[in-house]
């Protein structure tokens, strides 16, 4: 097929979270434990799944005409890539992620500074490289194959590592000194690829949905019936994207009401709009929101 994306997921721990994204805008996704090609319900796409670490390396030598990995990784590997969008989601909910240093709790090392002459493991390497000399400070920044937080301080003196509650950090007595960065998770696209006009019209359509997507996972819908002599003193109650819709019944005497709004208010406002008139009140789900 001449008109084929190559799109590559990122495998492990933001997989699953990706997947059911795709899934909300409209894509299904499948893949066994095993397997590296997942299928999808669009015969344009070819997906692959991969690390998101060596993401970037792959969508910039075309290998894949469009990713998503992290931001950091792709300031790791130093990728020539387009930005195409930032969406905000990781492993364990809609925020971004952290690098952060971190040293025991005992430790006389409080910040950056008392990094001279010390020995750091990290899997961000070259970031963290750039971090030290941006502060002065030079140490050794050995790679972290993995379990980076049990290495303070027998095999290392502190650590740069990615956390997204900092849970993992304390239960390993270990205490977050500085924000090195902070990470998103983004949609790159090889350079030949974006300046095709067909791909990078699909990569805009895809990135449309999964936008919207993205933006549903926080906001309801909510539906109402008002009568009509009550109808402005429910709308006070009820924020909305732009101004909800208005509709008439076929009784006259009523309206129907909808919106969106953000799913955390909910709770606090549909005993208020009860208060101020509306019956039939109704929330439901919504898969995608496209301003």
């Known amino acids: 097929m001449s008109n084929l994306l190559k799109l590559g997921l990122p495998k492990g721990s933001l997989q699953e979270s990706t997947f059911h994204l795709f899934a909300k805008a409209g ?29 970037s390396r792959y969508v910039e ?13 792709v300031l790791e590997n130093g990728s020539q890539v387009v930005e195409v969008a930032e969406l905000i989601y990781a492993k ?3 925020r971004p992620v952290r690098w952060v240093l971190a040293a025991p709790a005992n430790s006389p090392i409080k910040s950056v500074k008392d990094l001279q002459g010390k020995k750091v493991a990290t899997e961000l390497v070259n970031v963290s490289k750039e971090y030290l000399k941006k502060n002065g400070v030079t140490a ?28 993992s950090l304390k239960a390993n007595n270990l205490v977050i000194l500085e924000t090195v960065m902070e990470s998103n998770t983004v949609v790159i696209a090889n350079k030949a690829a974006w300046a095709d006009p067909w ?29 009509r002599k009550k109808l402005e003193a429910v709308l006070k109650v009820l924020p909305s994207l ?5 509709a008439e019944l076929h009784d006259k005497d ?19 709009l009860k208060d101020a008139g509306a019956e039939g009140i109704v929330e439901y789900p919504l898969n995608k929101v496209i301003p």
């Open 27 to 55: 894509y299904k996704i499948s893949a066994t434990s095993r397997s590296y090609f997942p299928s999808i319900d669009d015969p344009e796409i070819k997906p692959m799944l991969i690390r998101a670490q060596e993401m």
């Open 61 to 73: 030598d075309g290998t894949l005409d469009v990713g998503m990995t992290g931001r950091d990784w």
């Open 92 to 94: 364990a909910g809609l």
């Open 140 to 167: 050794h920044v050995e790679f972290s194959w993995g379990a980076t937080e049990a290495k303070p301080p027998e095999l290392a003196d502190a650590i740069i590592e990615v956390t997204e509650t900092g849970s």
């Open 199 to 227: 791909k990078k019209k699909k990569i805009e359509d895809m990135v449309l949905l999964l936008k919207g997507a993205l933006a549903a996972e926080e906001k309801v819908g909510l539906k109402m019936n008002v009568p």
């Open 242 to 246: 732009n101004s909800p819709t208005v």
């Open 254 to 272: 009523w309206v129907d009401v909808d919106t969106v709004v953000d799913e955390k208010i909910v709770r606090g406002i549909i005993p208020k």
